[in-house]
C-alpha cells in the first residue's frame, strides 16, 4: 500500500519529500517539519512534531519541502488526505 502511495503521479513533490525524508530520525525531518507547515500534525494529532533545534536543511531539502508546499498550495485538501494515508500505510507496514 505504501509503495502504491508513493507512486501516485498526482503526488509526486510529497512522495519525493517523504522518501528524501528517511534519511533523517522521524520527527526531525524535512517531511516531518512539512507537515507542521500545512498544520497536518496539529489538526490530527494536537501538537508539532518535529522536533529539531534548528532548521538547518540544506538546498536540497528546502527545495524538496518548496515543490511540496507549491503543491499543498494548488490541493491542500487532496494533500491532507494524501498525507493521512502515507502516514497510514506506513503504521500498518
Known amino acids: 500500500m505504501l509503495e502504491e502511495l508513493l507512486n501516485q503521479p498526482e503526488h509526486s513533490e510529497i512522495a519525493h519529500l517523504y522518501n528524501w525524508s528517511t534519511n533523517y530520525n522521524s520527527w526531525s525531518s524535512p517531511f516531518a517539519l512539512f507537515i507542521d507547515m500545512i498544520g ?7 501538537c508539532k512534531v518535529y522536533t529539531a533545534e534548528s532548521h538547518q536543511f540544506g538546498y536540497i531539502e528546502l527545495s524538496h519541502i518548496a515543490d511540496a508546499l507549491q503543491e499543498y498550495v494548488r490541493h491542500p485538501q ?15 507496514e
Open 40 to 46: 497536518w500534525s496539529e489538526e490530527n494529532w494536537g
Open 78 to 92: 487532496e494533500t491532507h488526505e494524501y498525507v493521512s494515508a502515507l502516514l497510514e500505510a506506513e503504521i500498518n
